[in-house]
């Protein structure tokens, strides 16, 4: 069984930053790719950012320059280290560990909010 734990949400002003969390255990950490995520109510869930088994990372556009994805895969773990946090970067941000369509896990989320 694939356990994906998010931390490290909070209320945060704006201009702010926050470090979150994934900590993965039950598979072999190092053969999946590993993807933030984040919803918002009424909208689609959208990839923030993501890093590959062999460590190459990909941003949308919103927030290029501002946050930073890593993993350590001798902790099993992911961060989002995040920065000069907006409003509109509000939303539960989600974890997920990819290898196949199958092999596809996603951890309950922690809430970001970015209000003054």
């Known amino acids: 069984q694939v356990q994906l734990v998010e931390s490290g949400g909070g209320l945060v002003q704006p201009g702010g930053s926050l470090r979150l969390s994934c900590a993965a255990s039950?598979?072999?950490?190092?053969?999946?790719?590993m993807n933030w995520y984040r919803q918002t109510p009424g909208k689609q869930r959208e990839l923030v950012a993501s890093i590959t088994s062999g460590g190459r990372i990909n941003y949308v556009d919103s927030v290029k320059g501002r946050f930073t994805i890593s993993r350590v895969n001798a902790n099993n773990t992911m961060y989002l280290q995040m920065n000069s946090l907006k409003p509109e970067d509000t939303a539960v941000y989600l974890c997920n560990a990819r290898r196949t369509s199958v092999l596809d896990y996603w951890g309950q989320g922690t809430q970001v909010t970015v209000s003054s």
């Open positions: 039950g598979t072999i950490f190092t053969l999946y790719a």
